[in-house]
């Protein structure tokens, strides 16, 4: 509600510089040499993204088109990561090398908590620690994947505002607000990984309980 309250409040603010976040984008991966990534504009609200398989920044309308401090921000931390990925930093190398495990870990979890419910007698054929000890080890990877997500966003968001800072793309003063909007959205990872941690926590716990 914050994030959404802070990009709403900063949407309203137009850019100084009159650039929209496609420009923006443009001009940020001209200035660090990236020619081989494609901006383009997706469907929805807040869901801009680097992809890293296809090299797209993906932003959505009210960013793409938009030329407020809250477009210029997001526009340049997802311009961020693409910088990242061509300069082949390791955060972010570690976190796409962890994708496949999160899914299958994912999917894993949704199937057994399934059968869990429904489907109890099949559960019983295993022991309870066995089960639990798989349901660990899933959320162990889903777990290290929102840990290691924040450094990637964090630092994406300071390649964004140092550009920002060094084109004199947004004044201090919008350089300021641009800071709060992604301070912001790297929250929203935060909290995600304290809540991962936290599951991860509790099943050790039932695990230890178990054992006793």
Known sequence: MQLRSKFKTYGAIGLEAGLSGAEIAERMLHSHGIRDVKIQSVPGKLTDHYNPLDKTVNLSPEVYEGRSISAAAVAAHECGHAVQHATAYQWLQLRSALVPAVNFANRGLGILFMVM???SFAVKM????????????LQGAITLFTVVTLP??????????VWLKQTRTATVAEQDKAQDALKWAANT??????ASVTQLAHYVMMLLGNRD
């Open 117 to 119: 419910l429904f489907g």
């Open 126 to 137: 295993f022991p309870m620690e066995t089960v639990l000890w798989t349901i660990i080890i």
């Open 152 to 161: 990637v966003e964090y630092d994406a968001s300071r390649r964004a505002l």
């Open 189 to 194: 990872y935060l909290v995600a990984a304290l």
